[in-house]
T-cell receptor, first 113, second 116 residues
């Protein structure tokens, strides 16, 4: 699975959009980009995933560059409850790895009042 | 629908003691996983199971054993606890390798284990 690079921390004002970047320059054609978050002391929570098209759901939007070497998770109107560690994970769609997700260090997002 | 339930939520063990962590899911998921999380680190996969009666090693399996006798339950055992096993343990489940791409994983709320 491709390695990902995320900034260790970011700040955002409440009500503003939070844009979390992720670099995955070695991503291959059948690898998806997943985003999870972990609020303090809780288990990780699935946010969104995508292959090459931009995706949007009730939680967030995922923008993947045309060359797929990087992506951005967008929380359109951040709230204090969005303060968490955000993990960007790249995972193959096939093979024998049985869907195992490899979590890196992630980005600590702090939303300020 | 409870999702993924882990018991116990907290536990303190003495070095050398044994214990079993229980993970139960009510979503009819095929795949289940045990992770550990240490301060400043991401989650690391200990063991996983792709179905009832099957288990496999993850990245950090040493010192742990697992069993999946029933589809809904995945047990993590520590035969002789060591201080290095002090951690937060998370269980997760997913339906299948294909649908995990659609649904993602569902995680439990964690078990905080301290070995003294």
């Amino acid at each position: 699975d491709a390695k990902t690079t995320q900034p260790p921390s970011m700040d955002c004002a409440e009500g503003r959009a939070a844009n979390l970047p992720c670099n995955h320059s070695t991503i291959s054609g059948n690898e998806y980009v997943y985003w999870y978050r972990q609020i303090h002391s809780q288990g990780p929570q699935y946010i969104i995933h995508g292959l090459k098209n931009n995706e949007t759901n009730e939680m967030a939007s995922l923008i993947i560059t045309e060359d797929r070497k990087s992506s951005t998770l967008i929380l359109p109107h951040a709230t204090l409850r969005d303060t968490a560690v955000y993990y960007c994970i790249v995972k193959k769609a096939g093979g024998t790895s049985y869907g195992k997700l490899t979590f890196g260090q992630g980005t600590i997002l702090t939303v300020h009042p | 629908n409870a999702g993924v339930t882990q018991t116990p939520k907290f536990r303190v063990l003495k070095t050398g003691q044994s214990m079993t962590l229980l993970c139960a899911q009510d979503m009819n998921h095929e795949y289940m996983y045990w992770y550990r999380q240490d301060p400043g680190m991401g989650l690391r996969l200990i063991h996983y199971s792709v179905g009832e009666g099957t288990t496999a090693k993850g990245e950090v399996p040493d010192g742990y054993n697992v069993s999946r006798l029933k589809k809904q339950n995945f047990l993590l055992g520590l035969e002789s606890a060591a201080p290095s096993q002090t951690s937060v343990y998370f269980c997760a489940s997913s339906y299948s390798y294909r649908t995990v791409l659609l649904d993602g994983y569902t995680f439990g709320s964690g078990t905080r284990l301290t070995v003294v």
